[in-house]
């Protein structure tokens, strides 16, 4: 009977500890954005949103949200590069004539390059040196 009941409790420590694992949020984000902006051509209105990985297996796909402005848009990124070094997260962004392109996105565990030549490219060529950020804090859930 002992042999059972250790079974069991070794088995429901190792489901907990796995149900804990999957809880976590990896690449989590939160950020003001003070201004309007685009994203895969589609303008966002000021403020707070939220930035995480739609799931655990495919690091390339991001979804942006926030819940203020009842927007949501899906992202999928063209190159994820592991992170280095310890500057902060932060929005990155392009200005393409008088709009603010989101360009990068960099968590606390990956830089995420976003494909701005859909959105704009002719305003995009003339100002692709310029460039604004946006950070925020990150966090596990």
């Known amino acids: 009977m002992k042999h059972y009941v250790r079974i069991l409790t070794a088995f429901f420590g190792l489901a907990a500890l796995a149900a804990t694992a999957r809880s976590q949020s990896y690449d989590h984000l939160a950020v003001r954005i003070p201004y ?3 994203v895969d051509g589609t303008t966002l209105p000021a403020g707070n ?3 995480s990985r739609v799931g655990h297996r495919e690091v390339r796909e991001l979804v942006l949200s926030s819940f203020e402005n009842h927007k ?25 004539g008088d709009q603010h392109v989101l360009a990068k996105i960099e968590t606390a565990e990956h ?13 995009l060529a003339k ?15």
Do not use: C, H, M
């Open 49 to 51: 949103y939220t930035v």
């Open 72 to 96: 949501t848009i899906y992202v999928l990124s063209s190159e994820v590069v592991d992170r280095e070094g310890t500057e902060r997260p932060a929005l990155n962004f392009q200005l393409a």
């Open 127 to 141: 100002n692709n040196a310029t460039g604004v950020s946006a950070s925020g804090s990150t966090g596990s859930k």
């Open 36 to 38: 309007e902006f685009v």
């Open 111 to 123: 830089v995420f390059t976003i494909p701005v030549a859909r959105t704009a490219p002719a305003e």
